[in-house]
């Protein structure tokens, strides 16, 4: 009989998990494992969190999402804190076991784990949180188009979306150990209180993923304007809002593709529905920019190599951080994130170039507070993003904005600003 352990990572689904039904079809038994990496949990470089307290519990509550589908289908999940490499080596042990299968990531810490399982287990690894597998993938790797614009095209004319794989009806597991969830207290950081002024009181889990897309989608058909309201910047339906639970895993982009069809479908194709699909693009290709250009995405001179000299005055980032910078716009946008935890993405957009541009620090400790702060981190989205602000990725241009004027197209009425300053 063969037990395998079933590694959970930024994949909390049944549904749509490549690893999940990999690890079913050659394994008798199955140990679902999900293990709280130290080394995520102490600060950074520049001293800050690396994983802050809003995304810590929207973890949380996936995890509990996660444990209750679990054992609907007759199993349970280990929940660990350490070291991955010492705890699923000594997990395999305990269940006599070597063999662990997991969705594959394409940054260099995570891969470093990896590495390291390889050396004493027989660790599998499936491309779960991807729209287009590599497989599908019409030219190498390391020759993909720098710029988007050439990416998608290839892509969309060359390359299909797989169908996604329904949940599993039952899952066997021998007598697992049982361990509770933590809470945010556990990680040195005090409840809190959602801002009411968030534009969605986000939750975790596939469960909530699964209603937020009802919601965008069918309850309200706010998929049909998508390209006209997509730079909003006040309330929960200006955008899809997927990205948190995209981050987390706990829906898959192929999912949320699927979904797109039916409802061009059933309701209506028009240019902002496939402007989402172009929005999962844009996610992809930060992607394939990791796994081709490797730690360059995290370096000073980026996947350019722009010999660029980065300044950091800890004061000046200070005030940025704290939404004291005297720029209304920047600073009302830094407020929402450090009371929520959540961003617009032309709010992302305009502090990182005031960052860059105006402040002139250095981008990679902005893209450390998103890091910390952000609900919907995605670490190939986050530093594939900071690097085309900084004009060190795969802009072709160096990008300034003008964040007044884009305080006047997209906050005319200053209701945003008053929001979050007054």
């Known amino acids: 009989m063969q037990t395998s352990i079933l590694w959970f990572r930024t994949d909390l689904r049944l549904s749509d998990n490549l690893a999940l039904q990999a690890a079913l079809k050659d394994s008798d038994q199955i140990i679902p494992v999900y293990i709280f990496d130290e080394q995520w949990l102490g600060k950074d470089r520049w001293g800050f969190d690396r994983t802050g307290p809003y995304r810590i519990q929207f973890l949380l509550e996936s995890l509990k999402d996660l444990k209750v589908h679990l054992q609907e289908v007759g199993s349970d999940l280990i929940i660990k804190r350490g070291n991955p490499v010492v705890l699923l080596k000594s997990i395999g042990e305990q269940y006599g076991c070597k063999n662990i299968y997991a969705t594959k990531e394409y940054t260099s810490e995570e891969i470093a784990i990896e590495n390291k399982l390889f050396a004493d287990l027989n660790v599998h690894l499936f491309h779960s949180n991807l729209l287009i597998h590599p497989d599908d993938i019409k030219f190498e790797i390391q020759r993909m188009p720098e710029v988007f614009t050439a990416f998608r095209k290839k892509v969309e004319r060359y390359s299909e979306v797989r169908s996604p794989f329904k949940s599993p009806e039952s899952i066997s ?25 968030a534009v969605l009181p986000f939750k975790g889990g596939s469960l909530e993923a699964c209603k937020r897309l009802d919601h965008y989608f069918w309850d309200t058909e706010k998929l049909s304007v998508y390209k006209e309201t997509r ?45 989402l699909k172009f929005e ?143």
């Open 231 to 275: 730079n909003g910047l006040i309330g929960a339906d200006y955008s899809s809002k997927f990205s948190p639970w995209l981050a987390h895993g706990c829906i898959s982009p192929r999912t949320i593709y699927e979904e797109i069809e039916r409802y061009e479908e059933e309701v209506e194709k028009n240019e902002s529905t496939y402007w």
């Open 280 to 422: 999962l693009l844009w996610r992809e290709f930060f992607k394939y920019t990791a796994m081709r250009y490797g730690n360059k995405i995290f370096q000073a001179n980026g996947i350019k190599d722009k010999n660029k000299k980065w300044g950091y005055r800890p004061r000046t980032m200070e005030k940025w951080i704290d939404g004291e910078t005297g720029d209304d716009f920047v600073d009302a946008n830094m407020i929402e994130l450090k009371e929520t935890g959540f961003m617009s993405n032309r709010g992302r957009q305009n502090v990182a170039s005031y960052l860059v541009h105006q402040l002139n620090l250095d981008w990679r400790a902005g893209a450390a507070w998103f890091e910390s702060m952000l609900i919907d981190y995605d670490v190939t989205s986050n530093y594939g993003n900071w690097i085309y602000a900084a004009g060190v990725g795969n802009d072709p241009r160096d990008r300034i904005f003008n964040t007044q004027k884009q305080a006047g197209m997209y906050d005319k009425s200053r209701a945003y600003r008053k929001l979050w300053l007054d």
């Open 173 to 197: 597991s021998p007598a697992l150990e049982k361990t509770d969830i933590p809470v945010l207290t556990d990680f040195g950081f005090e409840e809190y209180t959602p801002d009411k002024r």
